[in-house]
């Protein structure tokens, strides 16, 4: 289907004399006498190229223009201003308001042909991208809708199952010797890693609502110490059995404005993850710092298992990221460490790797004492909000 042009001047042999130049190159034109009927013309006829004179009755071919552009905002509808002005403000003029290209009168025929068929190339690459970010859209809201219900479809039955666990856990414990303790230990196994593909789950559905904006975090001054101390001490059993120490070090309690909820799930993912690659006979280590200033502190989760290799240590951060497994031993992390960091940066934080003489991996959260929110590519500055805020969380 041939494009058309939308062809505005108040001189009739110069919009003959285009109209001809555009049919004899394969064009369909429309043709408006003065600016307001080509602003008419531009909503109603759909043209997919405009050819604007400047000295135009009623509205001058500037406004025109400028009131093109707005009313196609949506797409990109290229603008030749055909003009016998030649000083550098009115060009200077036409491109503030919109003008993509400007030609001179008389116009010759081969360089129109040219510059009509450049901006119609360029806006049907711009419709071609338009197109694929739509779809793109959809994929994502289709991708969001169906994590939000696997999500919720696998979180009943799981709850179930735990509510079955946790009674048959406490029958075996009121039986006393009768039952085989492997029995009653299998059990209470089975019961943490349930509890654990329910925080996965949890996870996963946190982390589509952070990237979408739509997390509303419950924060509340909350010691951070104690976090850390309930931690180690529900995985002191499975440590045990693993031959693995873990110390808690809080010189200083410190007591900041977190979602203690988001904060303990993202601390349990490194806590969990170190306890799947620290070999038997080593050392986990949760630490508690205070920055000199005072406005910040850090939770670092140390290990003296294998280290992450230094081009890995990027990589792992990111969405669905892995580290160099053959060489470190580790494997795909998929969303554990994408949505840690997303959960620092929630609070206004950042979550970073190192590693110090006495351990080959510490991962640290360093967040505000006082909830700090970050926006991103806004260019807006960060905020600070009271510990009892609740509000809706950027990042």
């Known amino acids: 289907m041939p494009s058309t042009i939308l062809i505005v001047d108040d001189d009739v042999d110069a919009r003959e004399l285009l109209r001809l130049y555009l049919h004899d190159a394969g064009y369909d034109t429309v043709e408006a006498v003065d600016g307001e009927q080509a602003v008419e013309l531009a909503d109603t006829a759909a043209p997919d190229l405009v050819l604007m004179d400047v000295m135009l009755p009623r509205m001058n071919g500037f406004e025109a223009a400028r009131r093109c552009k707005q009313l196609r905002s949506g797409e990109f509808l290229p603008i030749i201003m055909v003009t016998s002005l030649r000083d550098q403000s009115s060009k200077l003029l036409g491109y503030r308001v919109g003008v993509d290209d400007f030609l001179s009168h008389p116009v010759d025929r081969i360089e129109l042909g040219v510059r009509v068929a450049g901006l ?16 793109l859209a959809e994929l994502q809201r289709f991708r969001d809708e169906m994590s939000s219900t696997v999500v919720h479809d696998l979180k009943n039955p799981l709850a179930v199952i735990l509510a079955n666990l946790a009674y048959a856990i406490e029958e075996l414990r009121q039986a006393g010797e009768i039952v085989d303790p492997d029995v009653g230990q299998s059990l209470v196994e089975s019961e943490e890693a349930g509890r654990r593909l329910l925080r996965l789950l949890t996870n996963l559905a946190d982390t589509a609502r952070i990237e979408a904006n739509r997390l509303e975090a419950a924060v509340q001054p909350a010691p951070v110490g104690r976090i850390l101390t309930q931690i180690a001490m529900q995985r002191r059993v499975l440590a ?4 693995i120490k873990i110390d808690v070090r809080v010189p200083v309690e410190v007591e900041a404005a977190l979602d203690v909820d988001l904060v303990t799930r993202a601390i349990e993912n490194i806590v969990d993850n170190a306890l799947r690659y620290t070999p038997s006979g080593g050392k986990i280590c949760m630490m508690v710092s205070r920055e000199s200033d005072g406005d910040d502190f850090g939770i670092a989760i140390a290990n003296d298992g294998p280290p992450i290799p230094l081009e890995s240590r990027h990589a792992i951060f990111e969405k669905y990221g892995q580290s160099a497994g053959k060489r470190s031993g580790r494997m795909n992390l998929g969303l554990g460490l994408y949505f840690c960091r997303l959960a620092a940066e929630a609070h206004g934080g950042t979550l970073e790797l190192s590693d110090t003489p006495e351990f080959s991996t510490v991962f640290t959260f360093r967040l505000p004492v006082t909830r700090r929110v970050r926006r991103r590519s806004t260019g807006v500055p960060e905020q600070e909000m009271p510990a009892d805020d609740s509000r809706k969380t950027n990042h």
């Open 240 to 243: 045990h059995t693993r031959d």
């Open 120 to 135: 119609l190339a360029l806006r049907e690459r711009h419709q071609s991208l338009m197109k694929r970010n739509e779809e």
